[in-house]
C-alpha cells in the first residue's frame, strides 16, 4: 500500500528555517517523481516542487532561492528546506507521488505557520 | 505561465442534480490536464487524469472531457459524498499550476 507521511511542520519566525519530511512506503521516492504542494489557509492548492527521478529540481517562483528539494534514497524520504521563511509561506504542505502529469498520492499534510 | 481558470467558483446543487465544471488554460496543455477533490481537512484526491481518464477507485458518475485549453469535469448525479471542492491541474511542463477551484455545495 502506498503511504506518504509528513513531518516537520510548526511554528517559527519570520527568516527563519525549517525542513519538512515526507516517509514514503509501498514504492521507492528515487524511481518516481516527487512533489510538494501547498495550501494557504482558505486558499486554493500551490504547485511548489518537483524533484524528478533522475534528480533534476524545479521551483515555483515564490521560492524560488529559498526553498530546496532532496530526497534521501536510503531513508525513502523527501525532504523540503524551507529557509527565510515568511508569513504568506504560512500553509499546510503536502507531499505527492508524481506521475509526470497528475499527483496520484498525497501525503495527509503539515502545518507550517510563520508568525512572530 | 500558464493560467488555468476555473468557473464557476461556487455551483449550488441538489443531490441527484448534473454538474458540470469548467477549467480553461491561458495555453494548449494538450491532455495533460488533472482533476482533484478536496473535502475540509483532507487531501486531494485524484479523479480523473489526463483530461478523461478515471482514476483507480473513482466510480463512473465522474468523467473528464476536452484537451487544448478548455476542459470540463462531470459528475452525472451528485451523491451527499460529493459536495466538495474542486480543482484542476496541469502539467504540461515541469511547472505545475492549479486553478482556483470550484466549490460544489448542496442547494
Known sequence: EVQLVETGGGLIQPGGSLRLSCAASGFTVSSNYMSWVRQAPGKGLEWVSVIYSGGSTYYADSVKGRFTISRDNSKNTLYLQMNSLRAEDTAVYYCARDSGSFDDYWGQGTLVTVSS | ?107
Open chain 2, 1 to 107: 505561465e500558464i493560467v488555468l481558470t476555473q468557473s464557476p467558483a461556487t455551483l449550488s446543487l441538489s443531490p441527484g442534480e448534473r454538474a458540470t465544471l469548467s477549467c480553461r488554460a491561458s495555453q494548449s496543455v494538450s491532455s495533460y490536464l488533472a482533476w482533484y477533490q478536496q473535502k475540509p481537512g483532507q487531501a486531494p484526491r485524484l479523479l480523473i487524469y489526463d483530461a478523461s481518464n478515471r482514476a483507480t477507485g473513482i466510480p463512473a458518475r465522474f468523467s473528464g472531457s476536452g484537451s487544448g485549453t478548455d476542459f470540463t469535469l462531470t459528475i452525472s448525479s451528485l451523491e451527499p459524498e460529493d459536495f466538495a471542492v474542486y480543482y484542476c491541474q496541469q502539467r504540461s511542463n515541469w511547472r505545475g499550476t492549479f486553478g482556483g477551484g470550484t466549490k460544489v455545495e448542496i442547494k
